[in-house]
């Protein structure tokens, strides 16, 4: 009984199918009907009754093993089998089939089969690439499948398109490989010879003469020194000809092919026409001049005897020992030496030094080591010293030194190089401030405070004073941004001026501007800090060189320090302020600046960091993403989430900041480092909703800035610590550097 035709009862073929096409079986070719597509497949792309699959590329890989595919597997991999081929000849009675090798390349990539036959010399056939690289299919009747690798193998006959190749051998990557996916390889055969080449072959090899014949190979030294050039530096006198005086030439010796060219160094209103060449390019002979030779008397071979007659017909011995040769001695790179002689075509040459690269080659060839030069001349007497007229007082003196050194007055030179270096690269000022007082017996002068700068990219110096109230003294600019003369120096000189430099200001010290000395009791925070980094360069900011200052001190005066600390740290803390050690160390006698012992005091010293407000940190990111316009957090949260892929609401601090710069937040580098801080756990790991929720300015603000905190930029705006009275000084440390610098000298 057959099943009902009910929803669930039936089986529907169809069930699941996505694909209904049609293929095109019905074409016209020239107006006439025909069927064109009995091998292409049924509705849908379903397999007709006596189809079969045919595979449109590479059996490998079959899934064993990687899942990449052939083409990437087999990129570059290609077998190379050695074939030849039989062809009639039909027009020729020398020949009548010719035997003409070649080689088939099979690419594992896509099978593609290349057939190449290798060109030979005055072959009068066309070769190089018989078949070029494409699918190949099969002879008839199997011409809709095409060749694939199981098809190869040795001392086996292929067709290609009616053409049958032999293949007889082939190379090691394809035996390996054909051995590795399970091919038996079949011993490799002889190609026959081919009769015309056998015949061309006896017909040159009967052209060639009985005698030995004498080869000299010069290209291998061409190859291996083409371009190898030895270059010597010779002198040569020529003071006992009339109107002679000595000569400096330069002599190159090329490695190529032993030959030698001399040039002559000409100086300019020397008197001498500068001519191209000294020597030209060719092999220099030991014995030159050399004696007159007759013609025929020097030849590349030695006839010993002569039989028959002369010309057409004769009979010639040639002298194989070359008894009778004349033997010529050329110079070679081994006999150029520094201090040696050579003869030039009877000029007594001599070699004097060399350079770089020929002192590298006679180390490295013939293991010299000495390469001391040879004096030929006398020194360059010395230059005499220009006098230049003194200063008139007219414009600054480089100025008028510039009007004394030509015709046409050019303008002053600046050190630009020093100005690039040294000038404002953002928050990197490069200007040193100090805080100087006034050396005066006036009392209303001697409160005056003074901020002095010193601009380290031209090394110029202004002053600005403070206003005070009720000072009576009205502030500003003090002086103008200039160079400052050193005092004591005479204004009408020839010599230039010395002004003040860098060097020249620090803690303690003393300048003079404009007549009135000022005293330098203060520096900003950057003025100690970049001494402290060219500590070369300020030999007061230098500790080693503070600390050898102290290693004079003498025994008693040690034991005094020593009683002074007991008795100033009675707790053995090895901690004491900073006023008691700067009083013990200004009573030592050697003389130290205040900026010395500043140094001292802070290399020393004991400054904890502030602690770091995180409602701080988040108002100064308010604020720089509110003049941004930033609002980009939404999409920081999917891409935070995207990333997290356990769900846990952490991520690394690496790549939240990539993160971060990835939708470049336009927050200061130290900002963000300290936000990102603030917000981690044990683990390294940092909350990122808590960090966005912190920044999201629209949707939790926070409290406004005020107008001058949020002009500072953050660096500037986080309290810094002071070197005070009441800062603590780890003296033991200083001690045990004292006393190792001591046990050194």
Avoid at 357 to 364: A, D, G, N
Wanted: with cysteine; net charge neutral.
């Amino acid at each position: 009984m057959a099943l009902p035709v009910l929803p669930g009862n039936s089986f529907n073929k169809t069930l699941g199918k996505e694909k209904f096409h049609k293929s095109q079986h019905f074409d016209y070719s020239n107006g006439v009907p025909m069927m064109v597509g009995a091998k292409k497949p049924g509705i849908g792309g379903e397999l007709l009754l006596g189809q079969k699959t045919v595979p449109q590329n590479s059996l490998f890989p079959k899934g064993e093993g990687s899942d990449a595919p052939s083409w990437v597997a087999f990129d570059r991999q290609v077998l190379c089998f050695d074939a030849y081929f039989q062809e009639a000849v039909t027009q020729s009675r020398e020949e009548t089939n010719r035997i003409r090798k070649c080689k088939i390349y099979f690419y594992l990539e896509d099978d593609t089969i290349q057939v190449v036959e290798p060109e030979l010399k005055n072959s009068g056939i066309p070769q190089g690439t018989l078949i070029r690289r494409h699918r190949i299919p099969l002879p008839a009747p199997s011409d809709d499948q095409f060749y694939n690798l199981h098809h190869f193998n040795i001392n086996q006959e292929v067709v290609f398109y009616s053409r049958t190749f032999r293949i007889t051998d082939c190379d090691a990557f394809t035996r390996h490989f054909l051995r590795k996916i399970g091919v038996r390889i079949n011993p490799p055969a002889a190609a026959p010879e081919d009769p015309y080449t056998k015949l061309r072959q006896e017909l040159e090899d009967s052209m060639k003469p009985l005698r030995p014949y004498e080869r000299q190979d010069t290209l291998k030294q061409f190859l291996e020194h083409d371009r190898d050039v030895l270059r010597f530096y010779c002198y040569w006198d020529d003071t006992q000809s009339m109107f002679g005086d000595p000569r400096e030439l330069i002599l190159h010796y090329f490695l190529a092919d032993d030959t030698i060219e001399i040039r002559e160094v000409v100086y300019p209103n020397s008197g001498r026409d500068a001519a191209p060449k000294f020597l030209n390019r060719s092999k220099l002979p030991k014995q030159a001049p050399s004696p007159k030779r007759q013609p025929g008397e020097i030849t590349e071979r030695t006839i010993l005897n002569v039989f028959g007659p002369m010309g057409l017909g004769g009979r010639y011995i040639l002298d194989n020992l070359k008894t009778g040769a004349v033997q010529e001695e050329f110079y070679k790179d081994c006999d150029l030496t520094i201090g040696g002689v050579i003869n030039v075509w009877g000029r007594k040459v001599m070699i004097c030094d060399c350079d770089n690269f020929t002192k590298e080659y006679y180390r490295s060839k013939y293991g010299i080591e000495d390469f001391t030069p040879v004096q030929y001349k006398a020194p360059p007497p010395a230059k005499a010293a220009k006098q230049m007229p003194p200063y008139t007082g007219f414009g600054s003196e480089e100025d008028s030194l510039c009007s004394c050194q030509g015709l046409l007055p050019k303008p002053p030179q600046k050190d630009f190089r020093k100005l690039m270096e040294k000038d404002r690269h953002g928050l990197e000022s490069n200007i040193l401030r100090f805080v100087g007082k006034m050396l005066t017996d006036n009392t209303i002068d001697k409160d005056r405070t003074f901020i002095i700068s010193f601009y380290l990219s031209d090394d110029t110096i202004t002053m600005f004073e403070p206003t005070q109230r009720n000072s009576g003294v009205i502030g500003g600019k003090f002086l103008e941004r200039s160079r400052v003369k050193k005092p004591g120096q005479e204004l009408f000189k020839s010599e230039m001026s010395e002004y003040y430099k860098a060097q020249d200001l620090y803690v303690g010290g003393k300048i003079i501007i404009s007549n009135q000395p000022f005293q330098l009791v203060d520096a900003d925070d950057y003025a100690f800090i970049y001494m402290e980094q060219h500590a070369e360069e300020f030999p007061r900011a230098n500790i080693g060189t503070i600390l050898s200052k102290l290693r004079s001190i003498s025994e008693d005066k040690q034991k005094e320090i020593k009683r002074f600390l007991a008795q100033s740290d009675p707790g053995n803390t090895g901690l004491i302020p900073y006023e008691s050690f700067r009083s013990l160390l200004a009573d030592t006698g050697c003389q130290l600046s205040e900026h010395e012992i500043m140094m001292l005091g802070r290399t020393y010293s004991l400054r904890e960091q502030p602690e770091l407000n995180v409602g701080f940190m988040l108002a100064v990111a308010q604020d720089h993403l509110r003049k941004k316009h930033f609002e980009s957090f939404s999409a920081m949260l999917r891409a935070f989430t995207h990333e997290d892929r356990d769900r846990t609401g952490h991520l690394s601090t690496k790549e939240a900041r990539i993160i971060c710069k990835a939708f470049r937040l336009p927050l200061a580098d130290d900002l963000l480092r300290a936000l990102l801080q603030k917000f981690e756990n044990e683990s390294g790991n940092m909350d990122y909703n808590a960090f966005l929720s912190g920044i999201n300015w629209r949707e939790n603000p926070s409290l406004p800035l005020l107008p001058d905190e949020a002009l500072k930029p953050f660096c500037l705006a986080l309290p810094k610590p002071t070197l005070e009275g009441h800062t603590m000084v780890e003296y033991s440390a200083f001690m045990k550097e004292l006393s190792r610098y001591t046990e050194e000298e």
